[in-house]
């Protein structure tokens, strides 16, 4: 009789993981057990209770690695490093901001509570699985998980006939990318004879591919998965109607998220699992990275609808990302954890106040609609222009360190052309970003725009979370030192 060998399991590394996993566990099945529909409130303070306990175990888990070297567990399937970890702070952080800024939406617009946020922990689950994920089957699980919570949760307004539709082209377009994320994976290994990234590399490292033409095959179909996931150019087609059809804090919380939970799995993938093939991808990620700086801010200037031109902003911003990878330096790598950060926090804040402002159906987001918006809500105009001036890359945000790091990284690695093509891009969006911010100060409302404010709570949730966002976004833009230090010790404990 064979005996069974289970690989020994760092349960403490998996705690983040976990606490989401078994937070929408224990929701669904409270909500399934309960006579009536379960109270928004609840399901709201589960989802609460879940992001705090993962982000609490994220910073303990934070201190034995910045203590220690970066390790694996569960055979080898899962990274312990400061990328894994700081990728759970931030995916944790974003799934509290979301919850808060949900609660009051959700109500209004009559979706089952419940299932939003029992969704939105899986997806959050997916995103951390993918950073940590040191074998490529792994990855593509995280990646399902993440996806296919997303997909729903683009429907979830049933009210509307453009959420319904945004979430078929993001299925279809979706499962086509999977499909080939399949085949590159299927490829990789036919080449180096195995999934897990630290085998992959050390074969590589000892000899060269056996199959050298299938493995550019498999990593051409892998970076076409990913470019997709994290909306690059010219995969990005989808990003605009997704952005546009979907219920307004769901697209907060698709742009944090898989964008975080993408980059992240592309980094660990590159720089741990394919740096012998440098000179292969870099190339190919140079023109990727062209693509997507100007297709985003050449079509953000000509855009009339505001989630549209902050799906062409996030694309922009999935440009500036790529330098820091192709840089392939710990300065790089911590320049991109950074800047995921602080993105994430910034367009949560941003889509926020949108769904505070947002239409009796959450069907109309014209810029045109925000005119004047001054003249009616002054704080928050005030809090929406600081989060739109951040995404430009203002002084004394965080979106101006992001841009300056992540600039400064290509440079330090010799990028200096794509350097200078990305602070062009940046000078490009950056009017549409100011046009955008003026006509709320200059402008003149054709109509009034109501504010929902979380009023049916003792703690304002919707407020508190954009206060948050904000507060954030300029605490870190004039004292950086903090998260500069956290990201660089990151860096510092990857998984070689």
Known sequence: MTNLTMPSISYLALAPILFLLLGGVL??????????????????????????????????????????????????????????????????CSVLLATGLGHRYLERMHIASAEYHVLALTSASGAMIMAAANDLVVLFLGLEILSIALYVLVALNRRSSRSEEAALKYFILGGFSSAIFVFGIAFTYGATGSTNLQ???????????????????????????FCFKVAAGPFHLWTPDVYEGAPTPVT????????????????????????????????????????????GALLMVVQRDLKRMLAYSSINHAGFIFLGILAATSAGVSADLFYLFTYSIA???????????????????????YRGLVHHHPVI????????????????????????????????????????????????????????????????????????????????LAQVAVGLSVAVTVFFGIFPATLLDFVRVAADHLLP
């Open 27 to 92: 929701l669904m099945a409270v909500a399934a057990l309960s006579r009536r529909a379960l109270p928004p409130m609840v399901s709201t303070g589960l989802t609460l209770f879940a992001g705090t306990g993962a982000l609490v175990f994220s910073l303990i888990e934070w201190h034995h690695v910045a203590a220690s070297k970066a390790t694996t567990t569960v055979a080898g399937a899962i990274a312990v490093d400061g990328l894994s970890v700081v990728i759970a702070v931030t995916i944790s």
């Open 199 to 225: 085998v992959i590399a050390q074969n590589l490292a000892g000899s060269v591919a056996a199959k050298p033409g299938i493995l550019m095959v498999g990593l051409a179909l892998l970076l076409v998965g």
């Open 252 to 295: 907060g919380f698709m742009a944090a998220v898989a964008k975080t939970g993408g980059f992240a799995a592309l980094i660990r993938v590159l720089l741990a699992g394919l740096p012998t093939t440098r000179s292969t991808w870099t190339p190919a990620l140079y023109a990727i990275a062209i693509a997507t700086l100007f297709g």
């Open 347 to 369: 367009a949560i804040g941003t889509f926020g106040i949108l769904t505070m402002l947002a239409s009796a159906n959450d069907d109309d987001s014209a810029i045109a609609r």
């Open 381 to 460: 105009t005030g809090c929406l222009a600081v989060l739109i001036l951040a995404q430009a890359g203002v002084p004394l945000t965080t979106g101006f360190l992001a841009k300056f790091a992540v600039v400064e990284a290509a440079i330090g690695s010799g990028a200096i052309p794509l350097a200078i093509l990305a602070m062009v891009s940046a000078a490009i969006a950056a009017f549409a970003y100011l046009r955008f911010v003026l006509s709320l100060y200059a402008g003149t409302m054709e109509e009034s725009v109501s504010l929902d404010l979380d009023g049916s709570t003792r703690v304002p």
